[in-house]
């Protein structure tokens, strides 16, 4: 496919160091969640109102949880206890008023009371306080996340609860509006090797000079359009560069189709599989066959119309701070390649 997912150094590509990662898979990246005001009711006991993004109710199975198993793993043990030590620091350090609750006198311990945090989050008192005390309970995405939203976590504090829950973090959204500067600047900088940025749904973002002269030009293209698969499948230019069309076409795909799956409320898959339906007879066949693939090593081998053969190694990078972003840095596999990309820069002035 047009990059690879693989662990580089940072020494490696001196323009990207500041911002760039080597992607290492799902225990990379950040989500990205905001909060905003619900009411939530508990058990018959009362109804408090405070900011919340959403509204939620957790119904316990049981009015107390199963009593922990003292044949715990020392490594999940220890997770548990951090667990709780972080539940309660990030409780302490808010405030009634942070959450839209009456302040009731002075306290004698700082921070939010353990009734109020299950209050708000919609979970039982003993439950909650059960896993401060880093007992084993079972803990799941909806009860995480309700807690989450009720203590105010920010980014880097919402990734750390779900990594000590053990639960993998919510799969994190592309960043809205435009791409911070700093993007383009690392790109130009990545100069002359071609470079381009795409998102999960493999809409293309961002690009250089080189990967403008070395395919199609994004910018002459309409942004609906401007998606790699779309590109692969419809842009006879496009078509006519791969060497190894097939290939290429396949392992987009079975990427594009694993990410819709991991992405099921994003509209934005249907939509494009939708229209390459109607646009690509061939799109349709292999769609319905459901393949699914992940990115690999591998080189692009392009059969340019103006310079001839142009063999380049991909890399695929994620940006840190916007973790669904993906860098796709290609670098000439050797001379008579580095010379063909400089044959088709010098054209451009």
Not at 216 to 245: G, H, K
Not at 327 to 347: E, F, H, K, M, N
Request: hydrophobic share 40%; aromatic share 6%; proline share 7%.
């Amino acid at each position: 496919m047009l990059g690879a997912d693989r662990a580089t150094t940072r020494d490696a590509i001196p323009a990207v160091g500041a911002v760039l990662d080597a992607d290492r898979g799902a225990a990379g990246g950040a989500a990205t969640v905001r909060t905003g005001v619900t009411t939530i009711s508990h058990g018959g006991k009362g109804t408090l109102s405070g900011p919340c993004d959403r509204r939620a109710r957790i119904t316990m199975s049981a009015s107390h949880p199963a009593r922990p198993d003292r044949g715990e793993d020392p490594m999940t043990d220890h997770r548990k206890r951090e667990l709780g030590a972080f539940l309660r620091a990030r409780r302490e350090r808010l405030k009634p008023q942070d959450v839209g609750l009456a302040s009731a006198g002075r306290r004698r311990t700082p921070g939010l009371r353990r009734e109020e945090v299950a209050q708000l989050s919609g979970v039982g008192l003993t439950w909650y306080t059960w896993l401060e005390q880093g007992r084993d309970i079972p803990s799941s995405r909806q009860v995480i996340e309700a807690l989450a939203t009720a203590l105010r976590l920010e980014d880097d504090d919402r990734d750390h609860i779900f990594e000590l829950a053990g639960l993998r973090a919510a799969e994190p959204r592309s960043p809205d509006g435009e791409l911070p500067a700093l993007v383009q600047r690392v790109l130009d900088n990545l100069m002359p090797n071609p470079a381009y940025v795409f998102d999960q749904r493999l809409d293309i973002l961002a690009w250089n000079a080189a990967q403008a002269v070395l395919w199609v030009d994004p910018a002459t293209v309409a942004p609906p359009e401007r998606n790699l698969l779309w590109l692969i499948f419809t842009d006879p230019l496009v078509r006519s560069l791969l060497v190894d069309w097939e290939s290429a076409a396949g392992s987009v795909l079975g990427q594009f189709r694993a990410a819709a799956g991991r992405n099921s409320g994003d509209h934005r898959y249907a939509e494009i599989a939708g229209r390459l339906r109607e646009a690509s007879p061939e799109f349709g066949k292999r769609w319905d066959s459901y393949p699914v693939a992940e990115f690999d090593v591998e080189v692009n081998r392009l059969d340019h119309p103006k310079v001839g053969r142009i063999d380049l190694d991909l890399l695929h990078l994620r940006l840190v701070e916007h973790p669904t972003l993906t860098v796709v840095l290609q670098t000439p596999v050797g001379p008579v390649d580095s010379a063909r990309i400089a044959t088709l820069l010098d054209r451009l002035d």
